[in-house]
């Protein structure tokens, strides 16, 4: 780190990079390939709650957390169903970004070290300079 620079400017920036790249790049390619290409070359072969199923199913396993398998089921089957009654890729891609955005926040702002952070400089306003 370089001197001088407070460790909550790393911890801001590496929190704003992961809610850029979870909150926007990942959505945006996953629902492009899993609802935009898969689900769609699907509902030419099978009927549409199926072609949900298989895709909401290979979301899950792309994600290689088998103990996440349901979550993400149930995730992937949301953004599947939006994606079928809209016709439009961007409500499944709005809704991928608000999830993952909102898990990455959530996360950071429950880790004991941030809430002692932000504690710190509630208490204490001259510390904010």
Known sequence: MAAGVPASFYACCCTAYLVGITGFLAPVLEETVFRGFLMVALTKW??????????????SAAHLTPGQFPQLFILGTTFGVSYAQTHNLLTPITIHALWNSGVILLLTFLQPSTIRTVTMFMEDPV???
Do not use: G, L
Request: aromatic share 6%.
């Open 46 to 59: 099978v009927p549409t709650p199926v072609s949900i199923a298989i895709s909401a199913a290979i979301f």
């Open 127 to 129: 510390r904010r300079m």
